[in-house]
């Protein structure tokens, strides 16, 4: 369906145009992406991180925290910024976020950077989709790329 590529390079496009924190925005879209099960997009996502130096351990813990009950991102690899905005990336993924979550968050983003939050979020659960209908695995690119 070659039609469909424009629209979708499109909305990849818009992303290199966010003034929301690259480092963070990589977060949101490996945290939704392993969040949704695809693979592929974590790995795409970590490759990106691992070019940018963003190191091994922050995705180890999002991994972690993604597994561990609580949903408490409790971590020394993260600032209070980065947790608060993983902890509404997730609440936006599963459609419970709340004015208080969205409060909470304000406190470190202004409304600019949370709409580019949700907007990462659901950019990502749109590819997310995409690769788990057409059962696109990872590639391993992030093994490939040197710290």
């Not at 979550?101 to 989709?129: C, K, P, Q, T």
């Amino acid at each position: 369906a070659p039609h469909l590529a424009g629209p979708s390079q499109a909305i990849r496009k818009s992303i290199s145009k966010l003034v929301l924190d690259s480092e963070i925005r990589i977060l949101v879209q490996i945290l939704t992406a392993m969040r949704n099960g695809c693979a592929f997009c974590a790995d795409l996502a970590l490759a990106e991180g691992v070019k940018k130096k963003i190191g091994r351990e922050k995705f180890q813990a999002l991994g972690i925290w993604l597994s561990d009950g609580n949903k408490q991102l409790q971590s020394e690899q993260f600032t209070e910024k980065q947790m608060v905005a993983l902890e509404l990336a997730d609440l936006i993924a599963s459609h419970s976020v709340t004015d208080e979550a969205f409060a909470n968050a304000g406190r470190f983003f202004n409304e600019r950077e949370l709409i580019e939050i949700a907007w990462v979020v659901s950019v990502e659960s749109y590819y997310n989709a995409l690769n788990g209908a057409l059962g696109i695995g990872s590639d391993h690119l992030a093994a490939m790329v040197s710290e």
